[in-house]
């Protein structure tokens, strides 16, 4: 997995890393916590620039929020419920993580979007709560923006200092990171047999 997206990041170079924040933010195929700090690895040997790579990882994890704040936004809290019950089961998102991140943003208010943005189970519900909400598009993104630039800041430097360790980064990244993600892809296929069969009883 660490070869598979460092070559990515090395043929697609920053556009590679805006896209695949988009899609972790939409549907995590793979979560921010591998890509970012692998592209600032290779930031460091050169092979894309650092400012360029938070710029556009941000960008990337900013856009990807759209999607869930537009249609809690646009379709209300009891549409957009009865949207999950149908549907979420597919997405792995269910009614009650929705309106957790709900009382998530009630709480903490505003501020709840630039902090959830830092949480990694939190960072793509908490843009639900905020459409909901009808908080103003111009204050989401700023908001967003802000907790995603922080986190993406944070993953990147650490990605960047390893730069000279890359015998020991490869060693164990690799198959750290493919575990990752076969965890990932094993989480979600039993929440999804787990909500098919809530679905069936």
């Known amino acids: 997995m660490f070869d598979f997206i460092t070559g990515w990041i090395e043929q697609g170079g ?3 890393v805006g ?16 890509i970012v700090p692998l592209a600032g690895f290779k930031a460091a040997q050169g092979a894309i620039g650092l ?17 869930w704040y537009g249609l809690a ?24 993580e929705a309106e957790t991140a709900m009382q998530w943003f009630h709480r903490y208010g505003p501020l709840a979007v630039s902090f959830g943005r830092l949480v990694p189970t939190v960072r793509t519900l908490i843009s639900v709560p905020a459409g909901l909400s009808e908080m103003s598009f111009p204050a989401f993104l700023a908001y967003t923006a ?22 020991l980064v490869e ?11 076969v ?19």
């Open 19 to 34: 896209l695949l924040m988009i899609l972790e933010n939409v549907f995590p195929p793979i979560p921010s916590e591998l």
């Open 171 to 181: 060693k164990w990244v690799n198959p750290v990171s493919t575990l990752v993600v």
């Open 51 to 67: 400012t360029g790579l938070l710029i556009v990882a941000t960008l990337g994890s900013t856009l990807g929020t759209l999607l």
């Open 183 to 201: 965890a990932i892809v094993a989480l979600y296929l039993y929440r999804l047999v787990r909500g098919l069969m809530r679905r069936r009883a």
């Open 146 to 167: 802000v907790g995603s630039a922080v986190w993406i800041a944070i993953l990147a430097g650490a990605g960047y200092l390893l730069e000279d360790n890359y015998e």
């Open 14 to 16: 920053l556009l590679a």
């Open 73 to 96: 936004r646009a379709w209300g809290r009891e549409r957009f419920l009865r949207f999950l019950d149908r549907h979420g089961v597919w997405l792995t998102m269910s009614r009650e």
